[in-house]
């Protein structure tokens, strides 16, 4: 009887040891489980992350081309306002340098 006994004991002991080995398996289970979960959930929460940065990024790339636009736009203007003075500034000077000469011409017509 006795070794009926150990033999039954032995094999309590091995499935005592299964069953701690099984829900050891399963806790580590759970535990990857739970991390790839976290995981994802950091992954999807880096995604948006990225993809709102990417849009900041070709909002501001918008807004700086636009700039660039304007500055080229007021650059033209601002050319085509010094070549406007600059015909005003030769007509005003062709417009004494006659208004000159006839009134020299007409101070030694008067003497």
């Known amino acids: 009887m006795d070794l009926v006994y150990q033999a039954a004991d032995l094999f309590r002991s091995i499935e005592d040891r299964a069953r701690a080995g099984e829900a050891r398996a399963e806790a580590a289970e759970q535990a990857q489980l739970e991390i790839i979960a976290a995981t994802e959930r950091k992954l999807r929460d880096a995604s948006r992350a990225l993809e709102e940065a990417r849009r900041r990024i070709e909002s501001q790339q918008e807004q700086?081309?636009?700039?660039?636009?304007?500055?080229?736009?007021?650059?033209?203007?601002?050319?085509?306002?010094?070549?406007?003075?600059?015909?005003?500034?030769?007509?005003?000077?062709?417009?004494?340098?006659?208004?000159?000469?006839?009134d020299d011409a007409r101070s030694s017509a008067v003497a």
């Open 64 to 102: 700086l081309d636009a700039a660039e636009f304007r500055a080229q736009a007021a650059e033209a203007e601002a050319r085509e306002a010094r070549q406007s003075l600059a015909l005003i500034e030769d007509a005003i000077r062709r417009r004494l340098l006659l208004t000159g000469g006839h």
